[in-house]
């Protein structure tokens, strides 16, 4: 029952935060079916560890200093749900449909930062640093990541599987096994690096699913 409040919650949230044609349900369709659309909030799953995607407001002690990103173990936590929004100045509206290819945003909803990567190393293994920045009205192409779909499909759905390669640096999305002691114990390094791994691929899990909107 906390989990179908806590999704009200959220989708009330979107509904009041976005645009003016805000749908007025989410998406209850299989995931078989389930296209990702911008609006939508969700989890994105490591495929290889099953870590999800996470932030909090814990800077890193070394390189940028920003807030940092770790993948995270448990499936209930509320700091690892990140919204898709579009990049800056693109005529996409909110329930659009996202193609293999496309420039897009991560919003982590709880501290409205954009996930983020740039030059600075990475705390365990020296690769590139993956942090959240900004804010509402701070963005900048330092949080652009192109979808890249693996396999076949041409449109991002719930089942894929993809790669996030970051605009400015080249590093697609990563992470691995080794954890944090310090500042984020239990919780594995998310970083950035140049070349297709099988470490470097990610699945949309847990999440608000915005309907796609009908073309008018």
Known sequence: MAMVFFALAVFLFLGLNLDESSPSSASAASPETVEITYGTVLKLMHEKTKFRLHSHEVPYGSGSGQQSVTGFPDVDDANSYWIVKPILGASAKQGDTIKSGTIIRLQHMRTRKWLHSHLHASPISGNLEISCFGGEEESDTGDYWRVMIEGSGKT???????????????GYLHSHPKKYQRIAGGQQEVCGVREKRADNVWLAAEGVYLPVTESK
Do not use: P
């Open 156 to 170: 991002w759905r719930q089942d894929q599987r993809i790669r996030l390669q970051h605009v400015d640096t080249g």
